[in-house]
Structure formats: structure tokens, C-alpha cells
């Protein structure tokens, strides 16, 4: 029987083994400043690991700081799209890493940020087809994380156009795909549907307070997991919010964890 390495490692990404995942991203670091104090690095990230978060995603440099006994059975996803807050156009994104540089560090998977309908639109697409061609000669996972952002994108909710999307990433190579939640976000419904891939929303439903609700609603909704990271290192117990939310993911029965989750925050 021959083994296929892209199998072995989309399997590690889903802990529990029923395809669905929760990824915590922590790469806010390069686009907005620190997630975290020095001190407090590793015991997040023990937090993370521990509370049954999937994969972690971070930057090539970051990733080199993670204790290996803090990650535990977690999941490496190494992001190597970058831009920061500060730039000329903040939806410019550039590869900063490459695959060889993920497996070296022993990443399970790796992802590549695209925004369609900015100006550097067709960079970002090659960037994502090249990376896609890598993935499949070494057999590492790849995760599209694109969204309809730029000039020429009235509203990056709209159906039709996270539809799309999604679609890119199919068409690009990518094997899993995060994009926004619907203004609606019942309407997640359409999205998964139009799309052969594993969809996983980022953050949660737009200016939901209850992000347990919102992520029930989602998962219903047919996405096969979350990517949440400004709600999860923000809050004031990191590794509660990550087992209610791998709860609901996982569909097990958070009853025994403490009260509903209440955040004002964005992923």
C-alpha cells in the first residue's frame, strides 16, 4: 500500500479524525504587532494546544520559537503570505516563505493569503498557483485563506462573490480554503455547497456577541471547521474558549465547560 504523505498530514490536522478542524491563527504578529507578550508566548500556546484546538498558524520565524512539548498533538500550519497595517496598500499581500522552508521546521501544512479584487490581485493569484504546485510535489496540505477585499469589492460578504472565492482556491490547488461569513450567515449554506473543498469561516458571524452560538450556526451551516485567533488570545481564559469552540466543531457536548462564550472581538 503506498502512503501519501498530503493524506498523513490532512489527518493530523483534524485531531479527532472526522475531517473537521479549528485553527487558532497567531500570525496578527506581522500585520498588527505582538499577540503576546515573551513571557506569556508559551503559555498560550499550551493553552491553545491543550484546550483541543486543531493547528496552530504561524510565520516561519515564529514557529521556530513554539516548544515542541507546549504544541503537543496541535497541528503546524506555517503562513507565508505577509503584509502589516502600515503599508501603501494593506491588501498587497507578498510570499515570505516557501514550502521547503515549512517542512523544515516540520509543518503539517501551509497557507497562502489572497484578496480578490485588490490591486495586486494577479500576483497574489500566481503566488498561490505556485505555492499549490510545490504542496503537490511534496505532499503538504495547503490553505487558502482568500477573501473578496479591495477597490473594486463594494461588499466582502456578498454571497456570490465568497462563492467565487472559494472557488479560486479550488481551481488554484488548494485543499482547504477560509474565507468571511456572510452577512447572513445562514447563507454559509451556499458557499459550502458551490465548493469541492473543506470550507473553514474565519473569526465567526460579523458582531456576534455569543461566538459559541455563532460557531454552532456555522458548522450547521455544513463549513468543516473555524479559524479563530483575535477571539481566542484576547479572551480572559484562551484555553476555555478553545475547548467550547472544539466542542462545537467536534460536535461533542460543551455542557460541562462553564457559561456561553461572550465576544465583541473579530478573528
Known sequence: MTIDG?????????????????????????SDGPVSDRSRWDGLVRAIAGGGADALVVHKGRARTLNPSALGDCGLVV??????????????????????????????????????????????LADLGLVAGACQRWGVPLLAMIYPRGPRIHDPRDVTLLRHAVNIAADLGADLVKTAVPAVPSRMSEVV???PLPVLCAGGAPDARNLEASAAELMDAGCAGLAVGRRIFTSENPA????????????????????????????
Open 193 to 195: 455547497e458551490s465548493c
Open 240 to 267: 476555555v474558549t478553545v475547548a467550547r469552540l472544539a466542542a462545537v466543531v467536534h460536535a461533542q457536548n460543551p455542557a460541562a465547560l462553564s457559561e456561553p462564550l461572550l465576544t465583541t472581538g473579530v478573528a
Open 6 to 30: 498530503k493524506a498523513l498530514r490532512m489527518r493530523r490536522l483534524s485531531r479527532t479524525g472526522d475531517g473537521r478542524h479549528l485553527f487558532v491563527p497567531l500570525d496578527h504578529s506581522v
Open 79 to 124: 503562513h507565508l503570505s505577509a503584509s502589516t497595517a502600515h503599508a501603501a496598500d494593506t491588501d498587497a499581500k507578498v510570499l515570505v516563505g516557501d514550502v521547503d522552508d515549512a517542512l523544515r521546521l516540520g509543518a503539517d501544512a501551509v497557507s497562502v493569503h489572497v484578496n480578490v479584487g485588490s490591486d495586486t490581485e494577479s500576483r497574489q
